[in-house]
Protein backbone atom coordinates (compact mmCIF):
# COMPACT_ATOMS: atom_id res chain seq x y z
CA UNK A 1 0.00 0.00 0.00
CA UNK A 2 1.43 3.43 -0.83
CA UNK A 3 -0.19 6.41 -0.37
CA UNK A 4 1.01 9.97 -0.05
CA UNK A 5 1.87 11.50 3.32
CA UNK A 6 1.01 15.36 3.40
CA UNK A 7 3.80 17.85 4.54
CA UNK A 8 3.63 17.55 8.23
CA UNK A 9 5.02 21.04 8.73
CA UNK A 10 3.11 22.99 6.40
CA UNK A 11 -0.12 20.97 7.76
CA UNK A 12 0.12 21.85 10.88
CA UNK A 13 1.62 25.27 10.45
CA UNK A 14 -1.09 25.89 8.37
CA UNK A 15 1.38 26.68 5.53
CA UNK A 16 -1.06 26.30 1.88
CA UNK A 17 0.76 26.06 -1.26
CA UNK A 18 1.76 29.39 -3.03
CA UNK A 19 1.92 31.23 0.69
CA UNK A 20 4.56 33.31 1.61
CA UNK A 21 5.25 30.75 4.22
CA UNK A 22 5.53 27.97 1.48
CA UNK A 23 8.13 30.00 -0.69
CA UNK A 24 10.29 30.73 2.32
CA UNK A 25 10.26 26.65 2.81
CA UNK A 26 10.62 25.94 -0.91
CA UNK A 27 14.15 28.01 -0.25
CA UNK A 28 15.54 24.89 1.60
CA UNK A 29 14.06 21.79 -0.16
CA UNK A 30 16.69 19.63 1.43
CA UNK A 31 15.40 20.71 5.00
CA UNK A 32 12.06 20.56 3.95
CA UNK A 33 12.71 17.02 3.15
CA UNK A 34 14.42 15.97 5.67
CA UNK A 35 12.13 17.08 8.40
CA UNK A 36 9.23 15.01 6.38
CA UNK A 37 12.00 12.12 5.76
CA UNK A 38 12.44 12.06 9.32
CA UNK A 39 8.46 11.99 10.15
CA UNK A 40 7.89 9.11 7.90
CA UNK A 41 11.15 7.51 9.31
CA UNK A 42 9.69 7.88 12.61
CA UNK A 43 5.46 7.41 12.21
CA UNK A 44 5.34 5.29 9.18
CA UNK A 45 8.71 3.33 8.98
CA UNK A 46 8.94 0.00 6.77
CA UNK A 47 9.24 -2.46 9.82
CA UNK A 48 8.46 -0.72 13.37
CA UNK A 49 10.52 -3.15 15.06
CA UNK A 50 10.45 -3.59 18.75
CA UNK A 51 8.23 -0.58 18.70
CA UNK A 52 4.91 -0.29 17.82
CA UNK A 53 3.10 2.75 15.96
CA UNK A 54 0.40 2.67 19.26
CA UNK A 55 3.93 3.39 21.08
CA UNK A 56 5.25 5.65 19.10
CA UNK A 57 2.10 7.99 18.78
CA UNK A 58 0.92 7.63 22.17
CA UNK A 59 4.39 9.04 23.17
CA UNK A 60 3.87 11.63 20.91
CA UNK A 61 0.80 12.50 21.77
CA UNK A 62 2.03 12.89 25.22
CA UNK A 63 5.30 14.94 24.28
CA UNK A 64 3.42 17.10 21.76
CA UNK A 65 0.67 17.99 25.02
CA UNK A 66 4.29 18.93 27.12
CA UNK A 67 4.75 21.42 24.88
CA UNK A 68 1.55 23.15 24.84
CA UNK A 69 0.61 23.02 21.42
CA UNK A 70 -2.61 22.15 21.00
CA UNK A 71 -3.28 21.62 17.01
CA UNK A 72 -0.12 19.56 17.34
CA UNK A 73 -1.17 17.40 20.19
CA UNK A 74 -4.76 17.38 18.20
CA UNK A 75 -2.91 16.08 15.48
CA UNK A 76 -0.65 13.08 17.07
CA UNK A 77 -3.77 11.69 19.56
CA UNK A 78 -5.76 11.34 16.50
CA UNK A 79 -3.64 9.36 15.03
CA UNK A 80 -3.35 7.36 18.18
CA UNK A 81 -7.12 7.13 18.02
CA UNK A 82 -6.68 5.10 14.99
CA UNK A 83 -4.16 2.47 16.31
CA UNK A 84 -5.58 -0.62 18.09
CA UNK A 85 -7.13 0.25 21.99
CA UNK A 86 -5.97 3.91 20.79
CA UNK A 87 -9.08 5.66 22.22
CA UNK A 88 -8.18 4.22 26.09
CA UNK A 89 -4.65 5.07 25.49
CA UNK A 90 -5.45 8.27 24.32
CA UNK A 91 -7.83 9.02 27.42
CA UNK A 92 -4.64 7.91 29.79
CA UNK A 93 -1.88 9.70 27.67
CA UNK A 94 -4.05 12.74 28.19
CA UNK A 95 -4.37 12.47 31.66
CA UNK A 96 -0.75 11.03 32.36
CA UNK A 97 0.43 14.17 29.91
CA UNK A 98 -2.28 17.04 32.58
CA UNK A 99 -0.27 15.47 35.27
CA UNK A 100 3.07 16.54 33.92
CA UNK A 101 2.58 19.92 32.64
CA UNK A 102 5.67 22.26 33.75
CA UNK A 103 7.71 24.96 32.47
CA UNK A 104 11.39 23.82 31.33
CA UNK A 105 14.36 23.34 30.66
CA UNK A 106 15.08 22.89 34.58
CA UNK A 107 17.57 20.47 35.74
CA UNK A 108 21.12 19.98 37.18
CA UNK A 109 24.85 20.86 36.75
CA UNK A 110 27.68 18.87 37.49
CA UNK A 111 29.51 20.13 40.71
CA UNK A 112 31.22 23.25 40.51
CA UNK A 113 30.46 26.47 38.98
CA UNK A 114 27.36 26.15 37.27
CA UNK A 115 25.55 25.04 40.38
CA UNK A 116 24.58 28.32 40.69
CA UNK A 117 22.32 27.78 37.98
CA UNK A 118 20.19 24.72 39.10
CA UNK A 119 16.76 24.72 38.48
CA UNK A 120 14.79 21.90 40.67
CA UNK A 121 11.25 21.01 38.79
CA UNK A 122 8.86 18.12 38.46
CA UNK A 123 10.23 14.50 38.25
CA UNK A 124 7.41 12.59 36.71
CA UNK A 125 5.75 9.73 37.29
CA UNK A 126 2.72 7.89 35.70
CA UNK A 127 -0.36 7.70 38.39
CA UNK A 128 -1.22 4.31 39.20
CA UNK A 129 -4.50 4.48 37.12
CA UNK A 130 -2.88 5.28 34.28
CA UNK A 131 0.04 2.78 34.55
CA UNK A 132 -2.82 0.45 34.44
CA UNK A 133 -4.04 1.54 31.03
CA UNK A 134 -0.77 1.90 29.53
CA UNK A 135 1.29 -0.83 31.14
CA UNK A 136 4.57 -0.74 32.74
CA UNK A 137 6.98 -0.16 29.75
CA UNK A 138 4.91 2.75 27.74
CA UNK A 139 4.59 4.41 31.40
CA UNK A 140 8.10 4.39 31.78
CA UNK A 141 9.44 5.24 28.50
CA UNK A 142 6.56 8.51 29.20
CA UNK A 143 8.59 9.22 32.30
CA UNK A 144 11.38 8.93 30.28
CA UNK A 145 10.09 11.47 27.49
CA UNK A 146 9.27 14.11 30.60
CA UNK A 147 13.15 13.91 31.66
CA UNK A 148 14.08 14.30 27.81
CA UNK A 149 11.59 17.04 27.10
CA UNK A 150 11.46 19.29 30.39
CA UNK A 151 15.16 18.76 32.14
CA UNK A 152 17.30 16.73 29.70
CA UNK A 153 20.26 18.03 31.90
CA UNK A 154 19.37 15.61 34.54
CA UNK A 155 19.28 12.35 32.74
CA UNK A 156 22.22 9.60 33.61
CA UNK A 157 22.90 6.00 32.64
CA UNK A 158 20.09 5.01 35.19
CA UNK A 159 17.01 6.53 33.20
CA UNK A 160 18.14 3.86 30.30
CA UNK A 161 18.30 1.08 32.95
CA UNK A 162 15.08 1.79 33.47
CA UNK A 163 14.12 1.40 30.29
CA UNK A 164 16.00 -1.45 29.46
CA UNK A 165 14.18 -3.23 32.78
CA UNK A 166 10.98 -2.34 31.31
CA UNK A 167 11.52 -4.36 28.70
CA UNK A 168 12.90 -2.25 25.52
CA UNK A 169 15.63 -2.96 23.73
CA UNK A 170 19.26 -0.52 22.68
CA UNK A 171 18.08 0.06 19.02
CA UNK A 172 14.22 0.85 20.19
CA UNK A 173 15.75 3.23 22.99
CA UNK A 174 17.63 5.17 19.91
CA UNK A 175 14.63 5.14 17.84
CA UNK A 176 12.53 6.48 20.96
CA UNK A 177 14.90 9.26 21.59
CA UNK A 178 15.14 10.04 18.46
CA UNK A 179 11.37 10.72 18.23
CA UNK A 180 11.36 12.60 21.44
CA UNK A 181 14.10 14.98 20.19
CA UNK A 182 12.59 15.21 16.62
CA UNK A 183 9.41 16.69 17.86
CA UNK A 184 11.17 18.75 19.78
CA UNK A 185 12.25 19.94 16.41
CA UNK A 186 9.34 19.72 14.69
CA UNK A 187 6.99 21.44 17.44
CA UNK A 188 9.36 24.66 17.79
CA UNK A 189 9.91 25.24 13.85
CA UNK A 190 5.97 25.00 13.25
CA UNK A 191 5.49 27.20 16.45
CA UNK A 192 8.10 29.34 15.53
CA UNK A 193 7.00 29.63 11.52
CA UNK A 194 3.56 30.29 12.47
CA UNK A 195 4.56 33.37 13.87
CA UNK A 196 7.18 34.41 11.25
CA UNK A 197 4.18 33.97 8.97
CA UNK A 198 1.88 36.18 10.71
CA UNK A 199 3.95 38.49 11.76
CA UNK B 1 25.33 -7.79 26.18
CA UNK B 2 23.89 -5.29 24.07
CA UNK B 3 20.96 -4.99 26.16
CA UNK B 4 23.00 -3.26 29.21
CA UNK B 5 24.39 0.52 30.02
CA UNK B 6 27.93 1.51 29.86
CA UNK B 7 28.52 3.06 33.00
CA UNK B 8 32.16 4.75 32.00
CA UNK B 9 33.77 6.64 35.12
CA UNK B 10 34.88 9.83 33.81
CA UNK B 11 37.16 11.89 35.94
CA UNK B 12 37.58 15.63 36.01
CA UNK B 13 33.67 15.51 34.39
CA UNK B 14 33.52 18.79 31.91
CA UNK B 15 31.43 21.03 34.51
CA UNK B 16 31.91 25.02 32.76
CA UNK B 17 31.03 25.51 29.24
CA UNK B 18 33.61 26.05 27.10
CA UNK B 19 35.24 25.96 23.70
CA UNK B 20 37.57 23.42 24.23
CA UNK B 21 37.51 20.13 22.24
CA UNK B 22 35.94 18.36 24.79
CA UNK B 23 34.82 14.72 24.03
CA UNK B 24 32.14 12.25 24.92
CA UNK B 25 31.13 8.81 25.60
CA UNK B 26 28.04 6.90 25.12
CA UNK B 27 25.80 5.24 27.91
CA UNK B 28 24.33 2.81 25.33
CA UNK B 29 26.46 0.28 23.03
CA UNK B 30 27.24 1.73 19.53
CA UNK B 31 27.26 -0.73 16.64
CA UNK B 32 31.08 -2.18 16.34
CA UNK B 33 32.68 -1.66 12.70
CA UNK B 34 31.69 -5.68 12.34
CA UNK B 35 28.46 -4.92 12.45
CA UNK B 36 27.60 -1.94 10.27
CA UNK B 37 26.17 -2.86 6.87
CA UNK B 38 26.46 -0.66 3.37
CA UNK B 39 22.70 0.84 4.32
CA UNK B 40 24.23 2.00 7.96
CA UNK B 41 27.32 3.64 5.78
CA UNK B 42 24.73 5.06 3.57
CA UNK B 43 22.94 6.28 6.97
CA UNK B 44 25.89 7.67 8.11
CA UNK B 45 26.27 9.83 5.37
CA UNK B 46 29.59 10.50 5.63
CA UNK B 47 31.62 7.44 6.37
CA UNK B 48 34.28 8.99 8.88
CA UNK B 49 31.23 9.02 11.20
CA UNK B 50 31.05 5.04 12.01
CA UNK B 51 34.32 6.29 14.49
CA UNK B 52 32.02 8.54 16.20
CA UNK B 53 30.73 6.33 18.95
CA UNK B 54 27.38 8.55 19.31
CA UNK B 55 26.56 8.70 15.13
CA UNK B 56 27.60 4.80 15.72
CA UNK B 57 25.15 4.30 18.32
CA UNK B 58 22.38 6.59 16.71
CA UNK B 59 22.92 4.15 13.48
CA UNK B 60 20.61 1.40 14.68
CA UNK B 61 17.91 2.97 13.33
CA UNK B 62 19.50 3.56 9.91
CA UNK B 63 16.74 5.53 8.92
CA UNK B 64 15.89 8.36 11.09
CA UNK B 65 19.78 9.24 11.67
CA UNK B 66 20.48 9.27 7.52
CA UNK B 67 17.10 11.98 7.30
CA UNK B 68 18.21 13.84 10.40
CA UNK B 69 21.97 14.24 9.20
CA UNK B 70 20.68 15.60 5.66
CA UNK B 71 18.67 17.68 7.79
CA UNK B 72 21.30 18.55 9.56
CA UNK B 73 23.70 19.42 7.56
CA UNK B 74 21.48 21.92 4.93
CA UNK B 75 20.34 23.40 7.80
CA UNK B 76 23.76 25.01 8.50
CA UNK B 77 26.35 24.53 5.88
CA UNK B 78 23.81 25.55 3.14
CA UNK B 79 25.11 29.27 2.89
CA UNK B 80 23.38 29.83 -0.95
CA UNK B 81 21.72 32.23 1.02
CA UNK B 82 20.03 33.24 3.86
CA UNK B 83 22.02 33.73 8.02
CA UNK B 84 25.72 33.80 7.63
CA UNK B 85 27.23 30.64 9.63
CA UNK B 86 28.59 32.43 12.34
CA UNK B 87 24.86 33.47 13.36
CA UNK B 88 23.88 29.83 12.94
CA UNK B 89 26.11 28.43 14.72
CA UNK B 90 25.48 31.54 18.08
CA UNK B 91 21.84 30.05 17.27
CA UNK B 92 22.84 26.53 17.87
CA UNK B 93 25.36 27.79 20.92
CA UNK B 94 22.54 29.18 22.67
CA UNK B 95 20.23 26.39 22.59
CA UNK B 96 22.85 24.50 24.05
CA UNK B 97 23.64 27.06 26.91
CA UNK B 98 20.04 27.14 27.50
CA UNK B 99 19.04 23.32 28.23
CA UNK B 100 22.64 22.90 29.42
CA UNK B 101 24.45 20.73 26.73
CA UNK B 102 27.96 20.81 27.76
CA UNK B 103 29.26 19.39 25.45
CA UNK B 104 26.89 20.59 22.08
CA UNK B 105 27.70 24.33 23.33
CA UNK B 106 31.58 23.31 23.26
CA UNK B 107 31.59 22.12 19.42
CA UNK B 108 29.51 24.73 17.78
CA UNK B 109 30.81 27.54 19.99
CA UNK B 110 34.13 26.74 18.37
CA UNK B 111 32.31 27.07 14.92
CA UNK B 112 30.82 30.44 16.11
CA UNK B 113 34.28 31.83 17.10
CA UNK B 114 35.28 30.28 14.12
CA UNK B 115 33.14 31.66 11.61
CA UNK B 116 32.87 35.31 13.46
CA UNK B 117 35.80 35.63 14.59
CA UNK B 118 34.05 37.03 17.85
CA UNK B 119 35.39 34.47 20.07
CA UNK B 120 34.96 36.44 23.24
CA UNK B 121 31.48 37.38 22.87
CA UNK B 122 30.86 33.67 22.27
CA UNK B 123 32.76 33.16 25.64
CA UNK B 124 31.08 35.62 27.16
CA UNK B 125 27.65 33.59 26.45
CA UNK B 126 29.37 30.28 27.63
CA UNK B 127 30.71 32.54 30.64
CA UNK B 128 27.68 34.59 31.47
CA UNK B 129 24.87 32.68 29.91
CA UNK B 130 22.02 33.55 27.52
CA UNK B 131 21.10 37.25 29.24
CA UNK B 132 25.25 37.76 28.41
CA UNK B 133 25.07 41.29 25.93
CA UNK B 134 26.78 40.27 22.84
CA UNK B 135 25.71 43.78 21.19
CA UNK B 136 22.23 43.89 19.83
CA UNK B 137 22.12 42.05 16.84
CA UNK B 138 23.78 38.79 18.58
CA UNK B 139 21.54 39.40 21.91
CA UNK B 140 18.39 39.33 19.58
CA UNK B 141 19.19 35.97 17.91
CA UNK B 142 20.15 34.53 21.55
CA UNK B 143 16.52 35.71 22.70
CA UNK B 144 15.00 34.36 19.82
CA UNK B 145 16.50 31.05 20.34
CA UNK B 146 15.86 31.20 24.00
CA UNK B 147 11.93 31.84 23.95
CA UNK B 148 12.11 28.75 21.05
CA UNK B 149 13.81 26.31 23.37
CA UNK B 150 11.60 27.12 26.43
CA UNK B 151 9.17 24.16 26.94
CA UNK B 152 6.25 25.47 26.35
CA UNK B 153 8.00 27.76 23.77
CA UNK B 154 7.79 31.58 24.58
CA UNK B 155 9.05 32.56 20.86
CA UNK B 156 6.64 35.38 19.08
CA UNK B 157 5.73 38.02 17.36
CA UNK B 158 8.33 41.02 19.89
CA UNK B 159 11.05 38.40 18.90
CA UNK B 160 10.44 38.35 15.28
CA UNK B 161 10.07 42.53 15.76
CA UNK B 162 13.33 42.70 17.91
CA UNK B 163 15.42 40.51 14.62
CA UNK B 164 14.22 42.62 12.02
CA UNK B 165 14.94 45.65 13.41
CA UNK B 166 18.79 44.04 14.09
CA UNK B 167 18.41 44.17 10.11
CA UNK B 168 17.33 40.23 9.73
CA UNK B 169 15.17 39.43 7.06
CA UNK B 170 12.29 36.99 6.87
CA UNK B 171 14.70 33.84 5.33
CA UNK B 172 17.20 35.04 7.87
CA UNK B 173 14.95 34.84 10.84
CA UNK B 174 13.51 31.08 9.17
CA UNK B 175 17.46 30.22 9.26
CA UNK B 176 17.32 31.45 13.02
CA UNK B 177 14.51 29.34 13.74
CA UNK B 178 15.45 26.02 12.50
CA UNK B 179 19.28 26.88 13.86
CA UNK B 180 17.64 26.81 17.51
CA UNK B 181 15.16 24.20 16.70
CA UNK B 182 17.61 21.79 15.53
CA UNK B 183 19.72 22.17 18.95
CA UNK B 184 16.59 20.81 20.93
CA UNK B 185 17.04 17.71 18.72
CA UNK B 186 20.60 17.57 19.34
CA UNK B 187 21.05 18.31 23.02
CA UNK B 188 18.11 16.08 23.86
CA UNK B 189 20.03 13.43 22.31
CA UNK B 190 23.52 13.87 23.47
CA UNK B 191 22.71 14.70 26.92
CA UNK B 192 20.63 11.20 27.17
CA UNK B 193 22.58 9.12 25.81
CA UNK B 194 25.99 9.41 26.98
CA UNK B 195 28.18 12.22 28.40
CA UNK B 196 30.57 14.50 28.25
CA UNK B 197 34.73 13.81 29.02
CA UNK B 198 37.39 15.96 29.41
CA UNK B 199 39.64 17.33 26.64
CA UNK B 200 42.80 15.69 26.11
Known amino acids: ?199 | MTETIIEPQVENVPNVFTQAQIGWTPWLQPLTADELTERHYEALVDRARAQSPYFALLVRDPDILEARTKTDKDIFYNVADGLPRAERELAATAASRANGCIFCASVHSRFASHHSDHKAEVQKLLDDGVSADLGERWNAIVAATVALTATPPSFGSDHVERLRTAGLSNEEISDVIHGGAFFNWANRLMLSLGEPTPAQ
Do not use: C
Not at chain 1, 13 to 34: D, K, M, Q, W
Not at chain 1, 44 to 70: E, N
Not at chain 1, 140 to 151: D, F, G, I, S, W
Open chain 1, 1 to 199: MTTTIPDIIDHLAGIASGSAGAVLRARRPVTREGAQASWVALFAPADAGDFPLSDRFALAAFVSILHGQAAISAFYADHLNEQANGTALRVAVEQAAAAGLTNGPYGHYPAGPLLRENRDGLIFQVADAERAVLGEKLSTLLEHAHLLVLHPRDAKPEALSKLLAAGWNTTSIVTASQLVAFLAFQIRVIAGLKVLNAA
